[in-house]
T-cell receptor, first 116, second 115 residues
Framework: GQQLNQSPQSMFIQEGEDVSMNCTSS?????WLWYKQDPGEGPVLLIA?????ELTSNGRLTAQFGITRKDSFLNISASIPSDVGIYFC????????????????FGKGTLLTVNP | DSGVTQTPKHLITATGQRVTLRCSPR?????VYWYQQSLDQGLQFLIQ???????AKGNILERFSAQQFPDLHSELNLSSLELGDSALYFC??????????????FGEGSWLTVV
C-alpha cells in the first residue's frame, strides 16, 4: 500500500521554540491532512490541505501542501507545553480521486515533547 | 469531544476469545470507519461502512468482521484473538463517502489487550 514517510520520529524542544515536521511520499497525493493525538485520545484534525502549494494556518500552526504534491510540512511556532503529543500526517493518494475516504493513509507520527 | 463514541475504552481478554467493539458516529454522519493502531504498524485502515453497507475493506483479517446497523452505529467483532491483536482500535465517522470536503472525526479508541 501507500507509504508516507514522516520525520522526525520524535522531537524534544524547549518551550517557546519553533517546530517543523514533514511528510513525503513517492506518489502524488490529492489531499494532505495533519492530525494531533493526545495520550488516551483519538487523532484530532488540525489542518486540511486540498491544493498543491496551499499554505494554511490554524493559530500557531502552519501547514503547506507541497508543489510536487508529494510532500507536506507542519510548523508550530512558539511551542507551549500543551503542544505535547503525536502529530500524524495523512493523505489521499491521487488514484483515489472521488473515491472513498478509506484510502486515507497515515504516517507513523512525530512524537513531540516540550520542556517547560 | 469529537462526537464519536466508542465502548469499551479498555478491554483485557485471553487468546482465542472473541470481543465486540462498539461505535456510535457523530450525529448525521453516515460513514463509519475502523482503524487499528499499533506501535509498529501505525494507523491502519480496516473497513468502512456507509449508510449500512460495506463500502471498502483495508487490511482487515478474516477473523475480524464488522457491521453497521440501521441506527448507524457500528460494531467491530474480533474473534480467535491472538497476542498480536493487542492494539488501539479507533472508530471514525464522516458525513459522506467522498473525501472532497469531508472531514473524518475519530473517537477516543478502544484499547484491547490480549493476554
Amino acid at each position: 500500500g501507500q507509504q508516507l514517510n514522516q520525520s522526525p520520529q520524535s522531537m524534544f524542544i524547549q518551550e517557546g521554540e519553533d517546530v517543523s515536521m514533514n511528510c513525503t511520499s513517492s506518489s502524488i497525493f490529492n489531499t494532505w491532512l495533519w492530525y494531533k493525538q493526545d495520550p488516551g485520545e483519538g487523532p484530532v484534525l488540525l489542518i486540511a490541505l486540498y491544493k498543491a502549494g496551499e499554505l494554511t494556518s490554524n493559530g500557531r500552526l502552519t501547514a503547506q501542501f507541497g508543489i510536487t504534491r508529494k510532500d507536506s510540512f507542519l510548523n508550530i511556532s512558539a511551542s507551549i507545553p500543551s503542544d505535547v503529543g503525536i502529530y500524524f500526517c495523512a493523505g489521499h493518494p491521487r488514484h483515489n480521486s472521488g473515491g472513498s475516504n478509506y484510502k486515507l493513509t497515515f504516517g507513523k507520527g512525530t512524537l513531540l515533547t516540550v520542556n517547560p | 469531544d469529537s462526537g464519536v463514541t466508542q465502548t469499551p475504552k479498555h478491554l483485557i481478554t485471553a487468546t482465542g476469545q472473541r470481543v465486540t467493539l462498539r461505535c456510535s458516529p457523530r450525529s448525521g454522519d453516515l460513514s463509519v470507519y475502523w482503524y487499528q493502531q499499533s506501535l509498529d504498524q501505525g494507523l491502519q485502515f480496516l473497513i468502512q461502512y456507509y449508510n449500512g453497507e460495506e463500502r471498502a475493506k483495508g487490511n482487515i483479517l478474516e477473523r475480524f468482521s464488522a457491521q453497521q446497523f440501521p441506527d448507524l452505529h457500528s460494531e467491530l467483532n474480533l474473534s480467535s484473538l491472538e497476542l498480536g491483536d493487542s492494539a488501539l482500535y479507533f472508530c471514525a465517522s464522516s458525513v459522506g463517502d467522498s473525501f472532497s470536503g469531508n472531514t473524518i472525526y475519530f473517537g477516543e479508541g478502544s484499547w484491547l489487550t490480549v493476554v
